[in-house]
């Protein structure tokens, strides 16, 4: 089945700065990459997604891109902001997304320094 | 955007006794949803995939006779914990597939403890 790194754990970045997170898949077939935020005691929320076919997307200060080669992917969030605070994980799924489960990394705790 | 709502957010129950979740997508169809379990500072982990007017599906390590799933209409599922014990403790997240880009939207949890 697919298995998704994800790195690092925990990123601390001050206030208006660039975060990175980077995630690397193992299933060829995976097509389909959501990146998801997590406030403590909530559900995931979906921020941004990417399909096979693409190499990056963007949505204001949130960007994804993809490597397929490589099996990675990466989240930039730019110009950061205290909300930005809050744990994101990665995920991949092998099919067109309906019919499976999600796959997800470890999470990455993003914490924002005023 | 689609929602999903997720009832109840928390519950506290006696070892032994059996909880329902449930799971509603409010503004959509889904013919899929998802149940995982997330214990505290780790991931999301799938325990079963349940689809409209059919049997559950279950991961592997996961009893499907503990964890019955019932997916009566393209916008409920449910999920009941059986017999529950302390080590059921977990929070619990549903998620419903949307037909358009089959993207997968989240419930906001439910917190499970048994005592």
Known sequence: ?114 | GAVVSQHPSWVICKSGTSVKIECRSLDFQATTMFWYRQFPKQSLMLMATSNEGSKATYEQGVEKDKFLINHASLTLSTLTVTSAHPEDSSFYICSASHRVGNIQYFGAGTRLSVL
């Open chain 1, 1 to 114: 089945g697919e298995n998704v790194e994800q790195h690092p754990s925990t990123l601390s970045v001050q206030e208006g700065d660039s975060a990175v997170i980077k995630c690397t898949y193992s299933d060829s077939a995976s097509n389909y990459f959501p990146w998801y935020k997590q406030e403590l005691g909530k559900g995931p929320q979906l921020i941004i997604d990417i399909r096979s076919n693409v190499g990056e997307k963007k949505d204001q200060r949130i960007a994804v891109t993809l490597n397929k080669t490589a099996k990675h992917f990466s989240l930039h969030i730019t110009e950061t902001q205290p909300e930005d605070s809050a744990v994101y994980f990665c995920a991949a799924i092998s099919s067109g997304g309906g019919a499976d489960g999600l796959t997800f990394g470890k999470g990455t705790h993003l914490i924002i320094q005023p």
